[in-house]
Nanobody, 123 residues
Framework: QVQLVESGGGLVQAGGSLRLSCEAD????????MGWFRQAPGKEREFVAA????????YYADSVKGRSTISRDNAKNTVWLQMDSLRPEDTADYYC????????????????WGQGTQVTVSS
């Protein structure tokens, strides 16, 4: 089992950048595929990015591809989401998640979730 805690959210102007962090509490972090999802008010939770347990494979939603980078450091039990060129439509609560079913955009493949960190992008 793994517990996840996100940080790094905040208010930023359009065009700005944020780096979200997700720290895992557990000895088995390196076996998990890690994902980032987001949920805007009144909308379904949607996939943002995922990274394999080794870090060698990444996968992005089309909406963030080219503007975001997911990375991880297994020695630090941490995964990051660097977001650049932020847009108002990126405003949402961002969640990290851990799973073992492969690098996938399906939220049902992730067993463990953090509490989320809020990102607000002003125009």
């Amino acid at each position: 089992q793994v517990q996840l805690v996100e940080s790094g959210g905040g208010l930023v102007q359009a065009g700005g950048s944020l780096r979200l962090s997700c720290e895992a509490d557990g000895r088995s972090f390196s076996i998990y595929v890690m994902g980032w999802f987001r949920q805007a008010p009144g909308k379904e939770r949607e996939f943002v990015a995922a990274i394999s347990n080794s870090g060698g494979t990444t996968y992005y939603a089309d909406s963030v591809k080219g503007r975001s980078t997911i990375s991880r450091d297994n020695a630090k039990n941490t995964v990051w989401l660097q977001m650049d060129s932020l847009r108002p439509e990126d405003t949402a609560d961002y969640y990290c998640a851990a799973g073992r079913l492969g690098v996938t955009s399906s939220r049902y493949a992730y067993n463990y979730w953090g509490q989320g960190t809020q990102v607000t992008v002003s125009s």
